[in-house]
Nanobody, 125 residues
Framework: QVQPVESGGGLVQAGGSLSLSCATS????????MAWFRQAPGKERELVAV???????TYYADSVKGRFTISRDNANTVRLQMDNLKPEDTAVYYC???????????????????WGLGTQVTVSS
């Protein structure tokens, strides 16, 4: 079992960058695929990026491809580097963990058993 805790959100101007971090507890971090989701006011939660449990595979939503980078390290941390931010990136960003025995990149929220409380990202125009 892991408990994700997000940090790094804030206010940035369009075109700027932010780096989000997700720290997890537990000694089984390497058995979880990790993802970032986001939810804007009045909208459904959407997948932003996923990294497999080994780090060998990643998936990005089309809206962030080429601007965001997901990574993980051996210190139980997942990061989301966000560059060239746009006002439409404004949302609460959630880190989530999916227990998996494969090297896949789950896409659906229901595949993720553990969620952080979220961190606000606001991009001004």
């Amino acid at each position: 079992q892991v408990q994700p805790v997000e940090s790094g959100g804030g206010l940035v101007q369009a075109g700027g960058s932010l780096s989000l971090s997700c720290a997890t507890s537990g000694r089984t971090f390497s058995t979880y695929a990790m993802a970032w989701f986001r939810q804007a006011p009045g909208k459904e939660r959407e997948l932003v990026a996923v990294i497999s449990r080994t780090g060998g595979s990643t998936y990005y939503a089309d809206s962030v491809k080429g601007r965001f980078t997901i990574s993980r390290d051996n210190a139980n941390t997942v990061r989301l580097q966000m560059d060239n931010l746009k006002p439409e990136d404004t949302a609460v960003y959630y880190c989530a963990a999916s227990p998996t025995m494969t090297s896949g990149t789950p896409r659906l929220p229901k595949s993720y058993a553990y969620w952080g409380l979220g961190t606000q990202v606001t991009v001004s125009s």
